[in-house]
């Protein structure tokens, strides 16, 4: 999973005791796993603001909180510290983070991920477009966003209906629907207006 070297470790010492919280540690996740826009984070969680199903490793002086759904994806990751003139720097690499991981057992989330990425995104590319998953609500319904040459394109309705909304339910039969909550009128980039 994630190692912490030692100079990072006691970096993290000193910027947690800095807080004056009580039971103060970090928490590690991606957020977009497995897709190109993933970003590995090291966020401040304070006791109680862990997740259910978060993984907890206890490091000298302090406890980290990994993200159950970003454990596969932080495979071979590493967090050191370098010292320099100017303090010293923080160093995070997830060689894993943008390799889509998806199998059976995957949260759907992921498996929405990975087909907008792989199947969608590069068509919307070529003009200009792209679309992103916002969340999954109730009853397995994709809340997704456009963007780029799609937001406020007049033919969105037709990308989302007979190409977006088709290839997810097709690829993901346990999807029940597709919805934008992509805000239209805002044409500055649509590639028809």
């Not at 919280?21 to 957020?31: A, D, K, P, S, V």
């Not at 907890?56 to 302090?62: I, S």
Request: proline letters at 5%.
């Amino acid at each position: 999973m994630v190692e912490i070297t030692e100079k990072a470790q006691v970096y993290f010492v000193e910027l947690l005791a800095k807080q004056e919280t009580e039971n103060i540690g970090i928490r590690i996740f991606i957020t977009d796993p497995g897709t190109p826009m993933a970003e590995t984070c090291i966020a401040y969680c304070k006791s109680g603001e862990e997740q259910p199903d978060d993984k907890r490793v206890e490091y000298n002086g302090f406890d980290a909180w990994i993200d159950d759904r970003s454990i596969p994806f932080l495979e071979d990751a590493l967090v050191d510290f370098a010292e320099d003139r100017m303090g010293g720097q923080l160093t995070i690499k997830a060689p894993n983070s943008k390799v889509p991981s998806v199998s059976d057992d995957s949260p759907i989330e992921d498996k929405i991920n990975y087909v907008l990425h792989s199947h969608i995104n590069p068509g919307l590319a070529s003009h200009g477009g792209m679309v992103n998953l916002v969340e999954v609500v109730e009853e397995e319904i994709a809340i997704l966003q456009f963007g780029g040459g799609c937001q406020g394109c007049g033919m969105v309705d037709m990308t989302l209906k007979d190409g977006v909304e088709k290839t997810l339910l097709e690829q993901l039969p346990q999807l029940k629907a597709v919805r934008d909550v992509t805000d239209h009128t805002v044409t500055d980039n649509a590639f028809y207006k």
